[in-house]
């Protein structure tokens, strides 16, 4: 379950949401872009050969050793240190998530994952998988890597360490983790096409300013 905080963020309205994981689609639903998240239970992370495993299993039809469903994945390779039979997390941030895009969606509608984490823009695929499904992609800070790490409290689990201890999928146990940004809703909302669609505007804004015409083509090579 979650709570609500609004807050005023420029000219938009944007809420604050304290969200346990496993995660109700009820809840995911409630998101919209701009809003920030703070996550509490079971976030998995998943990137490059993690994803290609993954994708094997469902194709053959075998059975993962973690669950996904109204899960969180976190597209990150975390740092981590042995401590007896435990290990710590030392740095945790977020890979660049839009090769993911894919691969991501299918977790979405396949594995009922709701909550994607990562960094930088994702594509199409996400955004439809999210609003048919009811998922959601959040996005990290950059250059927080320790920050994240000082939100994890424990290292529950490791699967297929034989990929590399970034590879893996580390089952961490978080507490707070954030703020999250909402950028890709299940709405059919994507904080990308709005940022870009502003800094075009503004962008025609100054050209104009300077009497340039925005539409003219001053690129002379290559063409």
Known sequence: MGTERSNSWRT??????????PLPEGEIRRLKVKDAV???GEVLTVRDTAYERILKALDSGKTLPFSL?????????????PEGTEWKAVSVGSTTSS???????????ALGVR???????????????SAKFGAVYAHTAGGTAAYYASQIPEVREVH??????????????????GPLIVAMDSHGKNLFDDLQARADATLRKILQGHGIDPQHNYLWWPR
């Open 99 to 109: 090769r993911f895009s894919g691969p991501a969606s299918r977790l979405i509608e």
């Open 115 to 129: 909550m994607v984490i990562g960094k930088g823009f994702m594509g199409p695929q996400v955004l439809e998988a």
């Open 160 to 177: 297929w360490l034989d990929l590399g201890m970034p590879a893996a999928v580390w089952v961490l146990r978080v507490e707070r983790l």
């Open 12 to 21: 938009t309205r944007m809420s604050e949401y304290e969200l346990k994981v």
């Open 69 to 81: 469903k109204d899960k969180a994945i976190w597209h990150a390779g975390p740092i981590t240190r």
């Open 38 to 40: 703070y996550l509490t």
